[in-house]
């Protein structure tokens, strides 16, 4: 089976700007889970979703949002960007019934 | 909410020797204790996770064990080698939900 995929790869925006993240989960899976990793708050959940449906949000502000679609594969839109929203995002795939989440390679998004 | 405590945050340890990592989580409701190495520049790659029914679990030169009494797990990794340098993350997550809480990772140095 081919992994978790997620494109673009890197990602430059100005402040302000806004962005979009897509991830690809492997085939069979219909839960995608999104986290933003940084050096300094590490690996911090954002949400997940299963069957197009958000099950779980994390702490962040609306700016970030989400969204799933039949094909299980999901987007991530990041709003007015700010400089502290640079990080590497991860999206994680699962069966969605308590199984074992596999990463993909992730995002890096800088914002300038 | 759920809350990980991970240390030690760097460990060097000699080829051949072994290595732990301790992890302590606060919600009894976690069930699910994975683990992930994440090499310089690559995704995070589960390499071992527990189940809250199970004490102990070994893959090889890797070992898990839980103490749900306690609410601490840890990670042994036997006749280390060089390909085990990276950083180490613990996570848990509750029964029925997809969002893994981390730990703030070992950086694990294997010295030759």
């Known amino acids: 089976k081919a992994g978790v995929t997620q494109t673009p790869r890197y990602l430059i925006k100005t402040r302000g700007q806004q962005v979009t993240l897509s991830c690809s989960p492997i085939?069979?899976?219909?839960?995608v889970s999104w986290y933003q990793q940084t050096p300094g708050q590490g690996l911090q959940f954002l949400f997940e979703?299963?069957?197009?449906?958000?099950?779980n949000k994390g702490n962040f502000p609306g700016r970030f949002s989400g969204r799933q679609f039949s094909n299980s594969r999901s987007e991530m839109n990041v709003s007015t960007l700010e400089l502290g929203d640079s990080a590497l995002y991860l999206c994680?795939?699962?069966?969605?019934?308590?199984?074992?989440?596999?990463f993909g390679p992730g995002t890096r998004l800088t914002v300038t | 909410g759920e809350n990980v405590e991970q240390h030690p945050s760097t460990l060097s340890v000699q080829e051949g020797d072994s290595a732990v990592i301790k992890c302590t989580y606060s919600?009894?409701?976690?069930?699910?204790f994975p683990w992930y190495k994440q090499e310089l520049g690559k995704r995070p790659q589960l390499i071992i996770d527990?189940?809250?029914?199970?004490g102990e679990k070994k893959d090889q030169r890797i070992a898990v064990t839980l103490n749900k009494t306690a609410k601490h797990f840890s990670l042994h990794i036997t006749e280390t080698q060089p390909e085990d340098s990276a950083v180490y993350f613990c996570?848990?997550?509750?029964?029925?939900?997809?969002?893994?809480?981390f730990g703030t990772g070992t950086r694990l140095t294997i010295i030759p």
């Open positions: 994680a795939s699962s069966a969605g019934q308590g199984g074992e989440q596999y």
């Open positions: 085939s069979g899976h219909r839960s």
């Open positions: 979703y299963f069957s197009e449906t958000q099950r």
């Open positions: 919600d009894s409701a976690s069930n699910y």
């Open positions: 527990i189940r809250s029914n199970v």
């Open positions: 996570a848990a997550r509750a029964f029925g939900n997809e969002k893994l809480t």
